[in-house]
């Protein structure tokens, strides 16, 4: 594992100050059905937005979320639910492709959930690789892959890194890993991501980190989830400004909530390169 000290107190400090004084900023988190813990992973985020004193907007998309409340379409506000002092939820399954323009684009549908939430300083929008593509392509934001040790979960992080890079045009990811800090595999897996990365479609992985699931909420946090979180906030410029997004195709969905041991792949990792 890399080794991101904690940063000294003034620079935290420094960071809490700039990201105040900025507008909202967009995190797209690329849902994956086959990682155990996905929900762990997303708070895990959510705490280290909320170390800097910033309210996270999670818009929850993915292929296993509930679906958008009866009112979305004439009072989202209303749908938003406040969970704690720095997290608020609004449920949003097949939500963004119902803002889909002529163009193929959902992009509004950014301004919608900022004007039905203006309190929140980050929206985490966590959703397909699909759907993300109509909501941000050419946009200069950094999206998070998620994945375990589970080889499927692996083979579609890089998937949605692949579909994104291509429909999107965005190069450069974050990846977060549902696993113990101190698995040797979880080095070998962002390796691997960040070999087929660059080599089959030029793209970067420019950092990662490992949450474990099994672990308490209030477990310190790790200070390479803590650099993760304000390299996701630094590299995701304020403003919502709309961009027209390619054509894209749904994935196929599965069930993202359904809890099993994690598992060492004991033939290598596959990845779906070509």
Known sequence: MRDHSTPPQDQADGLRKLFASSRVRFVPVVSNPHVVGGGALLEGLCAAFAELGLHTLVIDAGEQAPQAGELAAVDLASCVERLSKHVSYLPARGLPMRYINANGSAAQFLEVVTDAAPYADVVL??????????????????????????????????????????????????????????????????????????????????????????????????????????????????????????????????????????????????????
């Not at 890079?165 to 962002?190: E, F, H, K, N, T």
């Not at 310190?220 to 979180?229: G, K, T």
Request: aromatic share 4%; hydrophobic share 50%; charged share 20%.
């Open 125 to 274: 929008l966590h959703a397909s690789a699909a759907e993300l593509a109509r909501v941000v392509a050419s946009r200069e934001v950094r999206p998070v892959l998620l994945a375990d040790t589970d080889t499927m979960s692996v083979t579609h992080a890089y998937a949605g890194m692949k579909w994104l890079a291509q429909r999107a045009g965005l190069m450069v990811y974050s990846l977060l890993l549902a696993c113990s800090p101190q698995l040797r595999l979880a080095d070998r897996i962002a390796a691997q991501i960040s070999s087929c990365g660059d080599g089959f479609l030029g793209a970067v992985l420019r950092d990662w980190a490992c949450l474990d699931p099994r672990m308490p909420a209030s477990s310190p946090m790790s200070a390479e989830l803590r650099h993760l979180a304000r390299e996701l906030l630094i590299a995701a410029p304020p403003g919502m400004v709309a961009e027209p997004a390619a054509d894209a195709m749904p994935l196929r969905p599965r069930a993202m909530w359904q809890r099993r041991p994690a598992t060492v792949p004991a033939q290598g990792l596959v990845m779906a390169a070509n």
